[in-house]
């Protein structure tokens, strides 16, 4: 990608969601809605993010686009297929590494090749050159427990990465993350989207993360959880960090932060009160 450009996503949807809800039956236990008539497109190449509070259906809805759960009602497709279970086309990173304990790093990265039943030889430099990226050079042959958390994370990243994805769906990656190291994975993850360029689907609880981070911003309400605001941000990539200290990006921050407060009070319509410079925005 040329430097200094911003990404332009394509014009056709890649991932559309229609009127989806998800409703949990337990025996003869009363039913539990966790997410209510949600719709939304994304076009091929966005980084949207789902930002709502924790426990509000964010991972659920998630989960059902990339068809790990399925819908009770409404439609989901990607690339033009209806969604009906796991596809080889997308990649998922939870918010723990999930590591197997006795691989290296680099044999984690390659573990879901061994599953697709992909020869090993043709993405081993792939997976080293990954590893390189993200600043694990020398770290290749290392076991989980000899890696931080962070270091962990960034091979989950690569592990994602390596059989090339198409559609790359992240729930809360970074959460259980101190707030320093979060901030470094961060700023890798800003790096290697100028590489890639995946449509992504980011779930997180973090406003600034998600004004950071993304293309445009889809707010969720409490449980049962459904989209309020779709607000596109109106940073140009590349981006790095320093754009957290602007007056728009902590204007942004307090029109989210204001719009899930009141929508955790019942408001379901409507818009917040005209942007003002953001206090706290975590």
């Keep these: 990608m040329m430097s200094g450009a911003a990404v332009i996503p394509g014009t056709g949807n890649y991932i559309t969601v229609s009127e989806v809800s998800k409703i949990y039956r337990n025996g003869t236990a009363d039913a539990v809605e966790a997410v209510s008539s949600v719709s939304f497109e994304v076009k091929k190449g966005e980084f949207v993010a789902i930002l709502g509070p924790s426990g509000c259906g964010k991972s659920t809805l998630m989960m059902m686009v990339g068809g790990l759960e ?72 290392k076991k989980p427990h000899e890696l931080s958390g962070g270091m962990r994370q960034r091979v989950a990243i690569c592990r994602t990465l390596v059989y090339e994805p198409e559609l790359l769906l992240m729930d809360e990656p970074f959460s259980a993350l101190d707030a320093i190291t979060r901030d470094e994975m961060n ?58 200290d602007s007056r728009e990006f902590n204007e942004i921050c307090a029109h989210l932060r204001r719009r ?20 706290a925005a975590e």
């Design 70 to 141: 399925k819908a009770t009602s409404g439609a989901i497709s990607v690339a033009g297929t209806a969604m009906t279970g796991p596809r080889t086309d997308i990649g998922i990173m939870f918010q723990d590494a999930t590591l197997l304990p006795w691989k290296s790093a680099v044999e984690n990265v390659l573990f879901p090749v061994r599953v697709l039943k992909r020869p090993i030889d043709t993405y081993w430099d792939a997976a080293h050159a990954l590893l390189d990226k993200v600043g694990l050079n020398g770290f290749a042959g």
């Design 260 to 279: 899930i407060e009141h929508s955790h009070f019942g408001e379901r319509h409507g818009s917040a009160a005209a942007l003002a410079p953001a206090e």
């Design 187 to 244: 700023e890798l993850l800003l790096d290697l989207w100028q590489q890639y360029t995946k449509t992504a689907l980011f779930v997180t609880h973090s406003i600034r993360e998600a004004v950071l981070l993304a293309d445009r911003v889809l707010v969720m309400t409490r449980r049962p959880a459904t989209i309020v605001e779709d607000l596109t941000m109106p940073f140009a990539r590349p981006r790095t960090p320093a754009i957290g």
